[in-house]
């Protein structure tokens, strides 16, 4: 029994620590998660890690490390359901962030300033630390109300996203541990939109870089002959252009959003003898090459576009070659496109759609994403994946300078979250994977 003196001191220190405890709020953990150096070349893996785990920890949640490529962390955060046998729901988002040009921004980059307006500004701030935060922050709401999941929830923070996945998602999806969790169904990052209607992406494209070379024989300057290769080069350049034009009317035309035709981008040109004082230019040279920046939507096909190159992008009897590298699957391990049903025949799907309306938002079209995220690899074992990111009225602002997300978009966000957490883990009309 403490003596008066010592209960008054005691109460002082459990209402100052309460206090203390008071202070950190959705916006605060953001904005402590916002400060952590994550960028490429160099992400910090090990600080923000160990502060989710501290967060999960005092949620209640399970959380485990696992490093599938050493100083390449994967945590997993586990709320077991009621129904652990029903398939389990994964809400995913990545640890790393781009580079940012300090110089280039009004705020520092890793400062997570919030201005009067309530914009808080960071690298990641849309891409993809508010997911991270927004889920942790659901749960917290959801646990307490005391709702219980029937469907075990997992969140998992992957690292190397930006830089292609390898080494983080595409090893974790592959791993023994990822194929106990018995995913059903998987959340991952989207995008903001700058109108009312929340975006949402069941497809990816797929990066292809390809690289066309021409050889020839070398000869004076002066000799026109058949056959060299930066003419053989030059004329597969001509034909790459007319392909390019060709999806770029498509787009241009409107008939197709940008996400949904086959991008090609020249990014390189590498043909000419070098001298001290710049080219050779009495000498054709033996070889030339160009690269291209080539992106797949999940409706083409990749067969058929390989026969293009090799016919005629790379026809070898103009004496090229080519190279193909596949960033990541196109297609699913049956075969099929890397695509999420958006109808009734996914019952995820209807579930995830009625639970934003019950949030009162109103979703868009669903989309192809032009570029790639992680989720390519959850759809590559066939598991149903959405590219969700809770953001209206937000300028989209990715990879650019002075990424910011308002404090009003984030709070509204976990809303969201919860009505979508609740729906999907605890619907029972999916029970096998
Ligand atoms: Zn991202």
């Known amino acids: 029994m403490p003596t008066p003196l010592l209960s008054v001191f005691l109460a002082i220190l459990i209402s100052s620590s309460t206090t203390t405890a008071d202070e950190a709020t959705p916006v605060t953990r953001f904005q402590q998660y916002l400060r952590f150096k994550t960028a490429h070349p160099n992400p910090n893996y090990t600080a923000p890690v160990s502060f989710l785990t501290s967060i999960a920890e005092s949620l209640g949640l399970k959380a485990q490390t696992f490093e599938f490529v050493a100083e390449k962390p994967v945590l997993l955060l586990t709320w077991t359901g009621s129904n652990p046998s029903l398939p389990s729901l994964l809400l995913n988002s990545h640890l790393d962030s781009v580079p940012a040009e300090p110089s280039k921004w009004i705020h520092p980059p890793f400062a997570a300033v919030r201005d009067q307006d309530g914009k808080i500004f960071a690298r990641g701030a849309q891409d993809d630390k508010c997911i991270a935060i927004q889920y942790l922050e659901a749960i917290r709401n959801l646990k307490g109300r005391g709702f219980v999941p029937a469907r075990t929830v997992h969140v998992s923070y992957v690292p190397e996203e930006e830089i292609g996945g390898e080494d983080g998602a595409q090893k974790f999806v592959a791993s023994q541990v990822f194929d106990e969790l ?41 000799r026109m002959y058949d056959n060299g290769a930066t003419e053989n080069l030059m004329e597969s350049v001509e034909v790459i252009s007319r392909f390019r034009e060709s999806q770029f009317d498509v787009l241009k035309a409107g008939k197709a959003p940008a996400s949904e035709v086959i991008s090609v981008n020249p990014v390189y040109l590498k043909a000419g003898i070098p001298s001290p004082t710049g080219f050779v230019m009495n000498m054709q040279p033996s070889e030339a090459e160009a690269g291209y920046d080539v992106r797949m939507p999940p409706a083409a096909d990749p067969d058929l576009m390989r026969k293009r190159i090799a016919e005629e992008w790379a026809p070898a009897e103009r004496n090229m070659t080519f190279e193909i590298q596949e960033k990541g699957p196109i297609r699913d391990l049956k075969g099929n496109p890397l695509v999420t049903a958006t109808d009734d025949s996914n019952p995820w799907w209807s579930v995830f759609k009625q639970a934003i309306a019950a949030a009162g938002g109103k979703l868009g079209k669903p989309e192809i994403l032009a570029s790639t995220t992680d989720a390519r690899f959850m759809r590559e074992l066939g598991i149903p994946a959405l590219g969700f990111s809770p953001m209206t009225n937000t300028p989209i602002l990715l990879h650019d300078h002075n990424e910011f997300l308002e404090e009003s978009v984030f709070l509204k966000g976990i809303g969201v979250y919860e009505h979508v957490i609740s729906s999907l883990s605890s619907f029972e009309a999916v029970n096998d994977v």
């Open 182 to 222: 018995r995913v059903g169904f998987v959340l991952d990052e989207g995008q903001a939109s700058v109108n009312d209607e929340f975006r949402v992406f069941y497809a990816d494209r797929s990066p292809w870089k390809v690289i066309i070379k021409a050889i020839g024989q070398p000869g004076h300057g002066s």
